[in-house]
């Protein structure tokens, strides 16, 4: 079999192959954007705008508030607590620029779980949001931080607006009291950016640590370098090339910045092509995101499976009808077909289904955009990327065959950061193995089969079972725990969780509080059921395929 039979299926003017072009980082390629696009707005937010020669500017400042106030070197953590926001992409560069390492930070985390990645990562200094201080600082000094810089969301907003803003939050108790100081972001916008002095990078230092659940429960920091994130940046670029115009598309950011999909695409790759980023902080209600279509032309939009349902479902998007769009890109979950045909119904434009995962910066494969494909497919491999399927001895298989899919390209990892036996496992004679079981078709269009193992998919978050499970165990009536995936609910896979009493007193309100106060609201089992035992093989382990199977 041809051992890249996708290549002639590639859109004209798309090269098989990308160029760094002598570029050794995110920032070489950030900086072009800046002096090619200065005047033109950049991106958007809660009614603002700005512009590229005002975000480098920003920059530069914070970037030499970090350097000569923190005194943040070359390698430091530096972790970022942040929803979408002028602050995010501010900060993200800043830190890339003296050298150091971004911890993008879920702001929807517990305590416990914000505890685990900043403990893990090591970082010393931590922006973030005032909404979110509260949490941090029930965890703060199990962790290594010296350095916090808050900020609020009202940040961005003219002074005239600011201030008013702030009080209104607090009085309606969205910034809840904390006792954290610190610097303000606001501060580090008034550094002299004269100070700040350029860092040399090279293509393999370590740009940002993503954290993913992988396969074994607890998170794991993927090492992301720049070579990794700007091979992705150049990928992107070529395959969007025949439909994108580059510094003329204004592109919808309802995904959070702080996942590793819409930090590379919607952020880095498109931002360094000098296009028009409009953020949502929050895209719920939905009503949020139409309100954008009906503000901007909104010419690219990234989402999940659940985002575009919730558009197909929304009355005031059906009478829209919004004509600007050139491309739509679906990741994060599998596109269910049904969505994408009512997305098409409305907006003319079809939806483009890719795949990627954390440990690949993050995208691997995509479907030739606006030209006809194979329904369920996820698509080709991306340019310099080759995917193989095989067996489980790791042979290469025929096409049709179902066996574990295989990446390989300048695009994935390093490694785990501080765990180099889990990273022996998923890295191996140059091959990234996913862990998600698919196969090829004769002219090279990969389909995803079934998911990794046991992982669930929850609104294109990944749950991990053996992390639900521990925590549930952690309450003194839960004998056993076991946690499966359940049936879709309106497109969107949830949380099922079987337990075993040790307390015959114990109640469903009672497991669902003790999961409230410990997990992020998409990890929470949306059924509860007890059982006086669990289903186990002879060695006994937990069969969750059996549990998975039960009839509610």
């Not at 700005?50 to 920059?59: A, C, F, K, N």
């Not at 191996?428 to 078709?441: E, N, S, V, Y």
């Not at 609201?521 to 289903?535: H, Q, T, V």
Request: aromatic share 8%.
């Amino acid at each position: 079999m041809s051992h890249s039979p996708w290549i002639s299926q590639y859109q004209k003017g798309v090269n098989p192959d990308i160029s760094f072009g002598g570029l050794t980082s995110i920032c070489d390629a950030v900086s072009s954007a800046f002096k090619k696009y200065a005047k033109q707005p950049a991106a958007s937010c809660l009614g603002v705008t700005i512009t590229y020669g005002e975000i480098q500017t920003s920059v530069n400042a914070f970037a030499s508030f970090l350097q000569n106030t923190i005194k943040v070197e070359k390698g430091d953590r530096v972790a970022l607590i942040l929803p979408n926001s002028f602050q995010f992409i501010i900060a993200e560069l800043a830190v890339l620029q003296i050298g150091a390492i971004c911890v993008n930070t879920n702001p929807m985390y517990t305590p416990p779980e914000m505890l685990h990645q900043l403990a893990d990562c090591g970082a010393k200094t931590v922006i973030v949001l005032d909404m979110i201080a509260a949490k941090l600082e029930e965890v703060i000094k199990e962790t290594k931080i010296e350095h916090i810089i808050l900020t609020s969301i009202a940040d961005q907003l003219p002074k005239w607006k600011a201030l008013p803003t702030k009080i209104f939050l607090r009085m309606k108790g969205e910034v809840p009291s904390h006792g954290l100081k610190g610097f303000s972001f606001s501060e580090g916008l008034k550094a002299d950016p004269k100070l700040f002095k350029p860092v040399p990078t090279v293509l393999d230092d370590t740009a940002v640590l993503q954290y993913t659940g992988g396969t074994t429960g607890h998170a794991k920091g993927a090492m992301l370098t720049h070579r990794n994130i700007l091979a992705n940046m150049f990928q992107i670029r070529e395959v969007t090339k025949p439909v994108l115009t580059p510094g003329n598309e204004v592109v919808l950011t309802a995904l959070p910045l702080y996942h590793v999909f819409a930090l590379s695409v919607n952020f880095l790759t498109f931002f360094a092509m000098g296009h028009h980023m409009i953020l949502i902080p929050k895209p719920i209600p939905i009503g949020k995101v139409v309100e954008a279509f009906k503000k901007y032309p909104i010419s690219v939009m990234t989402g999940v499976n659940t985002l575009f349902n919730s558009l197909n479902h929304s009355p005031e998007f059906k009478s829209l009808k919004p004509r600007t769009l050139k491309v739509a890109i679906a990741g994060g979950m599998a596109l269910q077909d049904r969505v994408n045909t009512e997305f098409q119904a409305i907006t003319g434009t079809k939806i483009t289904e890719g795949f990627g995962l954390t440990e690949a910066s993050p995208v691997t494969h995509v479907n030739p955009i606006k030209l006809d494909t194979p329904v369920g497919s996820i698509g080709i491999p991306l340019p310099s990327t080759l995917a193989k399927i095989v067996d489980d001895a790791g042979n290469q298989l025929n096409f049709g065959e179902q066996g574990e899919l295989l990446i390989s390209g300048p695009q994935v990892m390093k490694g785990y950061w501080n765990q180099p036996e889990q990273s022996a496992l998923v890295l191996k004679d140059g091959w990234l193995w996913t862990g998600d079981i698919a196969r090829m078709d004769e002219r090279g269009y990969f389909f995803i089969v079934d998911r990794k193992k046991d992982m669930i998919l929850v609104s294109g978050f990944n749950v991990y079972p053996n992390e639900i499970e521990e925590i549930l165990a952690k309450h003194p009536k839960i004998l056993e725990a076991a946690v499966v995936g359940g049936g879709e609910i309106g497109g969107n896979e949830f949380v099922r969780a079987f337990i075993v009493p040790k307390d015959p007193s114990l109640s469903i309100e009672e497991v669902k509080a003790h999961c409230k106060e410990n997990m992020t609201g998409y990890k929470i089992p949306r059924k509860i059921e007890f059982l006086d035992s669990l289903p186990k093989s002879n060695v006994g382990k937990i069969l969750r395929r059996e549990l998975k199977n039960r009839k509610s």
